[in-house]
């Protein structure tokens, strides 16, 4: 789909298609960084087991994260939230949820749109969807471009699932049973690991759908890439269940398995967390 999509895309002068975040000169000095991304089917778990304000979290972290990963400084975002017939209260949770995470970062929750689409949603279903836009100097924007062979990679705790797949995780959940705390945990906020890795880091990856396997290569350059050590970290319980289940081949690509944040680096520091290095 990536490939079909790239003509239209980059047809319009947009720059660095399949990035986290797509990038847009402000200036001469300055880039816009924005990204879209939605909860997914998370929403049905959560909303059956009173969880909906932690999927707002999901869509907030999610999204931010994903600005974050250029080195940006996110500003504002706006979401969207559709349904079947809206109820009120799930969209407050929802909005109240990613308020939250936003106020954290810093960011403005500056608008959105909510629609009422029963001939596309089946009833009791909903949505919710979003985007983030930053801002990062041209001299500061990390984009992988420097990293090379004998690089670190640096790996941080995931708080759990996060928001990607559910669609396996809810099969699952047909055949075993699981009410862990890591099961529903919101997208952990990787903000202020970002900021603290400026000036050391030379790329970052948001650990979503995909898992590492999926998203480390997206920002490394051509005839770079990752060798992870799977055992350099211990996984949540979330994933030993998991793991019950589905092959572990299908959990790397499926899960974040317990590492929801990446990042490359010349040389790791006292306390880090290495997970591999670039070959």
Request: aromatic share 6%.
């Amino acid at each position: 789909m990536v490939g079909r999509l790239r003509a239209a895309v980059e047809s319009t002068g947009a720059k660095g298609f399949g990035a986290f975040a797509g990038l847009h000169p402000l200036d001469d000095h300055r880039l816009l960084a924005a990204s879209t991304d939605g909860v997914g089917t998370k929403l049905m778990l959560a909303r059956k087991r009173g969880r909906l304000r932690d999927c707002g979290a999901d869509l907030a972290a999610h999204c931010i994260n994903d600005v974050v990963t250029t080195g940006a400084d996110p500003l504002m975002m706006l979401d969207y939230v559709a349904a079947n017939t809206i109820d009120l209260s799930e969209v407050a949770d929802l909005v109240d949820g990613a308020a939250e995470v936003c106020r954290t970062a810093g960011v403005a929750l500056v608008g959105g749109e909510t629609a009422e689409l029963p001939g596309t949603y089946r009833e009791g279903e909903l949505d919710f969807a979003g985007t983030c836009v930053g801002i990062v100097d041209r001299d500061k924007l990390i984009d992988g471009s420097t990293v090379v062979p004998g690089d670190l990679i640096l790996g941080f705790p995931s708080a759990g699932i996060h928001a990607n797949g559910f669609t396996l995780a809810r099969k699952v959940l047909e055949t075993e049973d699981y009410d862990g705390p890591d099961l529903l945990a919101p997208t952990r906020l990787y903000l202020d690991v970002a900021r603290s890795l400026r000036g050391r880091a030379k790329a970052f990856a948001h650990i979503t759908g995909g898992g590492i396997v999926g998203n480390l290569p997206r920002v490394l350059p051509e005839g770079c890439s990752p060798e992870i050590s799977w055992n350099a970290w211990e996984r949540l319980p979330v994933f030993d269940w998991l793991g019950r289940h589905v092959a572990e081949e299908e959990m790397r690509r499926v899960f974040n398995l317990g590492i929801g944040w990446c990042a490359v680096v010349a040389e790791a520091q006292p306390g880090e967390i290495v997970i591999g290095r670039i070959v």
